[in-house]
């Protein structure tokens, strides 16, 4: 069964803090997505990783990759309070691209 | 911003009813998927397109059915509504470089 989870699924978090969010997978992939969600709003593209060892940054975020764990990870570095929204990693399994349910990030002033 | 457009935004039908939700894009992407978001649940995908006319399943595509006669457009078709298929539904399309853009959304209540 395709699976993809991510933990924690609730984050609360202090400003100036740094935090990880893990998604894992339970099969092989060689494409992750990592998006961000507002509430009430659609879905914002924010890393696409491609490869094994893939990393990629925007800002105070960091997106990594390790294809043979079947794991990725988005790191916050120094949270601000606009980073406060629902976080999801997704899987591309031969063009089906399953969501993780989603890590709820609450960063507080 | 991909240019992608969802119609109607929101909708009320009653159970039985069928339901056409429309997407409409403007940067000639391939690939166009419907996902459906509920609470608990996150986003899961229904049907997506690899191309004009071709079309494949997700992972919740009992009750709905795609079709896809142009580039620009894919339609979701709810044959039947049920009310286990309220729920805000996305479509998304994706570039040559694997990045999915996401439009508005649709909101559809069955009753």
């Known amino acids: 069964e395709l699976k993809v989870e991510q933990n924690p699924l609730f984050l609360s978090m202090q400003e100036g803090k740094n935090y990880t969010i893990y998604c894992n997978y339970s099969t092989t992939s060689d494409r992750l997505y990592w998006y961000r969600q507002d509430p009430g709003k659609s879905l914002e593209s924010l890393f696409v990783?491609?490869?094994?060892?893939a990393v990629k940054q925007e800002g105070r975020l960091m997106a990594s990759l390790d294809t043979k764990a079947r794991l990725s990870t988005l790191h916050i570095t120094a949270a601000v309070h606009d980073l406060s929204a629902t976080y999801f990693c997704a899987v591309d399994i031969l063009g089906k691209i399953i969501f993780g349910k989603g890590t709820r990030l609450h960063i507080l002033p | 911003d991909a240019g992608i457009t969802q119609s109607p935004r929101h909708k009320v039908t009653e159970t039985g009813t069928p339901v056409t939700l429309r997407c409409h894009q403007t940067?000639?992407?391939?690939?166009m998927y419907w996902y459906r978001q509920d609470p608990g649940h996150g986003l899961r995908l229904i049907h997506y397109s690899y191309g004009v006319k071709d079309t494949d399943k997700g992972e919740v595509s009992d009750g709905y059915s795609v079709s896809r006669s142009k580039t620009e457009d894919f339609l979701l078709t709810l044959e039947s509504a049920t009310s286990s298929q309220t729920s805000v539904y996305f479509c998304a399309t994706q570039t040559g470089a694997y990045e999915q853009y996401f439009g508005p959304g649709t909101r559809l209540t069955v009753t």
């Open positions: 940067e000639n992407h391939r690939y």
């Open positions: 990783l491609l490869s094994n060892g």
